[in-house]
């Protein structure tokens, strides 16, 4: 899992309405990439694309959501 700044995002972690992690429960096809320092963030996360949508996914059982934090 990756903090707000590993992930290098825009702004502020209040300036987003959620943040959660995806968990994987089944092989699936994925690229992955290191995550560099952007937006004044030190960056070093993981950025992730799945082979196919997260929707579909999450009907498939293949990932689900975990941690969700509302923040707004």
């Known amino acids: 899992m990756f ?3 590993g992930r290098a995002l825009r702004g502020d972690e209040t300036d987003y309405a959620e943040f959660y ?3 994987v429960l089944e092989d699936i ?12 963030q030190p960056g070093q996360g ?3 694309m799945f082979s196919e949508g997260i929707e579909e996914l999450i009907k498939e059982g293949k ?7 509302k923040i707004k």
Do not use: A, Y
């Open 21 to 23: 992690d995806l968990v």
């Open 29 to 40: 096809s994925v690229e992955q990439g290191s995550i560099i320092p952007w937006f004044n």
């Open 63 to 69: 990932i689900e959501i975990r941690n969700l934090k």
């Open 3 to 5: 903090s707000f700044k």
């Open 46 to 48: 993981s950025q992730i």
